[in-house]
């Protein structure tokens, strides 16, 4: 039943994503996604399922809350007519440690606007980011440790 629930939120992810919102579409995503979870079911074990879909829906509402608050974040910025920018890469130390954890970490911090994942140490204990206002880098390290990592940890482990 978890299988199927994780299933069908990918599915509408990929509605969101695209923007057609039809029942054909939908369609397609829902096998896209069964293909896809087809696929990395066998080199995880399994443990790509997560438990609990609550944790699931959190991680979930978790991106589309920062996914909004930093393109209009980015867009209040971009609009000013002084861009008091200080873009940077900083250093985050990795809490998550399977490469599934890390990489939907690294995929989420690029899919908000204004951050972006540069690339991952090769012990895998640091993950490297670009962002647009790096004027603060401890309070974006704190926000990306108690938002995405903790919501991932309590979502697949």
Do not use: Q
Not at 69 to 86: F, H
Request: hydrophobic share 50%; proline share 5%.
């Amino acid at each position: 039943m978890t299988a199927f629930l994780f299933n069908l939120l990918l599915a509408i992810g990929w509605v969101a994503v695209t923007g057609s919102v039809s029942l054909l579409n939908l369609i397609f995503g829902f096998l896209l996604a069964a293909l896809a979870l087809f696929i990395i079911r066998e080199p995880f074990g399994g443990k790509t399922y997560p438990r609990r879909v609550g944790p699931l829906l959190s991680l979930a509402a978790l991106f589309l809350k920062e996914l909004s608050l930093s393109a209009w974040k980015v867009t209040i910025t971009v609009l000013s007519p002084d861009m008091k920018l200080k873009p940077g890469i900083f250093a985050f130390p990795l809490t998550v440690t399977s490469d599934f954890e890390i990489t939907l970490l690294a995929n989420l911090i690029t899919l908000t606007p204004g951050t972006l994942s540069v690339d991952v140490s090769t012990d895998r204990r640091t993950l490297y980011v670009h962002a647009l206002d790096c004027s603060d880098p401890e309070a974006t390290r704190r926000n990306i440790a108690n938002g995405f990592e903790r919501k991932i940890m309590e979502a697949f482990r």
